[in-house]
């Protein structure tokens, strides 16, 4: 892995943790990295409170910021969670 790829994953996960410890009210947070035929995933899975990430992207820094980083190197970020749903991701 490249440093600028290794930057940018280090950079998403560190805001998601950051998302999870302001917002979530989670109790159990897990961080999965696959690499597969030149192919980076992280998973950033929490049991925390959820929320509405169509309503939060409009008006969150952080998650914008989070999908300009994976976007400049070709990637794409997907955000799934359910609002106020314990065990939303």
Sequence with gaps: MNEQR???LFRVAQEALTNV????EASEVIIALTQTHGAC??????NGLGFDPQATRKRSFG???????VQM?????EITSREGAPGSR
């Design 41 to 46: 995933v992280l998973e950033v899975l929490d």
């Design 63 to 69: 998650l914008a910021g989070m999908e300009e980083r």
């Design 21 to 24: 410890a302001r917002h979530a």
């Design 6 to 8: 290794a930057i940018v």
């Design 73 to 77: 190197l070709g990637g794409q970020i």
